[in-house]
């Protein structure tokens, strides 16, 4: 069943317009007919069932059916605050975060951080990323779509972001601190750029309280270790 | 430190030639030279330091120095056996199982593989999948190469992968059968292509003794769900 996103969805019974871009997908892309059964969420949870009643050349509008249950949501409400990446290398980030259930994703500018910062702070990047992240939740199902905040650093990061953090750091460092918090409300799980977190952002996290916690011996490749990590907690808290 | 495969590895002392591939790397793409130090690893789990005494434009000789150890092995001998994907997406789901520890992958072509019989086949396609795990395994610090099998259907390679099986399912398909065998010292962690088994492929699993589990109520991409399904098994069983 197609799904199509509808930040302010209406009430059942109601008609409602598909963006541009939407519309463009329905119509051009998957080629949607008049009668034809969809299904609309609003990107916070809520989806229902919905039939096309226009589908014109960029212009679509569905009629709002009875509520429809989307893919269960995780028990955890997990933020991700992972270092910009090389390349398009973040995009696979939020996209991967997307799909494990991540609520929001907070790309940090770290001491090691190997993006320009101008480039960083690129108002089409965030654009672009929240374009990633809609994609991936309409492939898995969800009904929320994870919001991307603006890039900042980890110090002006670490004054704010949901607590218990959870920090991924190399093995010899996590040693002796093992002990991951009892399955939390929510979390904030913290990931390094290629070149790992510097000396002083360690002492910075232990500072703010996190718990660091590594994932063996095997070098991880940056844009697949917070997958990795978030699966590992997933599981670890049976929220996968 | 830069290092090179050598599935050939002579004792410490000893002269030995690296291959064109690996060659050319060091000389022209790393530019390294006479007396410089390296790393050689022969694919099998040893790994000794070495240096550079021949430079020239298509030929790289290191002689061989002491013992240095590689990144330690996972401490079961996992196989991946995962359907094929459609594009190149099955070149991931070898990088990142070379990454997360495992032995060996053999690909499969199941009911709903949407991958040609002759295309899956051709031998230059294992070939470049050998690349990729080779590749991967310089990138995480592994002396071990994980091998690549032929392409087989999941019937033929029921018959003969090492037990015990764990499937990843349907989460209405793994509902009672939560329950994981311990660690154990061998293990196969088969995954379906894009559209899942097909209820035959399921029966045949269960038939063969295999435990079946789920990730979750999320659909995760066909190249993710390796890298996610490998992590929470090695997290399981404290072996990441």
Redo the contacts between chains.
């Keep these: 069943m197609h799904r199509f996103y509808v930040p302010d969805l209406p009430h059942e019974g109601a008609l409602v317009a598909l963006s541009d871009q939407e519309a463009r997908h329905l119509t051009q892309v998957l080629r949607l007919e008049l009668g034809d059964q969809v299904r609309v969420f609003d990107g916070r949870g809520r989806q229902h069932e919905a039939r096309v009643e226009v589908a014109a050349r960029q212009r679509a509008e569905v009629r709002v059916g009875a509520e429809a249950a989307a ?2 949501e ?1 028990p955890v409400r997990l933020a991700l605050a992972a270092a910009l990446l090389k390349g398009d290398k973040f995009d696979d980030v939020v996209r ?1 975060a997307a ?3 991540v609520h929001v994703v907070h790309p940090l500018v770290t001491a090691r951080t190997e993006v320009p910062a101008a480039r960083a702070g690129k108002v089409s990047r965030v654009e672009r990323w929240k374009r990633v992240s809609l994609n991936s939740v309409k ?4 009904a929320v779509v994870p919001d991307i905040e603006e890039p900042q650093t980890l110090a002006d990061a670490l004054t704010h972001l949901p607590r218990p953090l959870i920090a991924l750091v190399e093995p010899s460092l996590a040693a002796g601190t093992s002990a991951l918090p009892q399955r939390p409300d929510t979390a904030t799980v913290l990931v390094g750029p290629e070149g790992g977190w510097s000396p002083a952002e360690v002492e910075a996290l232990v500072a703010a309280g996190a718990t660091l916690f590594s ?7 940056a844009d ?1 270790a917070p ?2 990590a978030l ?2 907690l ?3 808290w049976k ?2």
Tied chains: 1, 2.
Excluded: F, K, N, S
């Design positions: 893919a269960p995780v991967d799909m494990l259930g492939q898995c199902g969800r994932l063996g011996g095997r070098t991880l490749r697949a997958l990795v699966t590992a997933l599981w670890e929220a996968l």
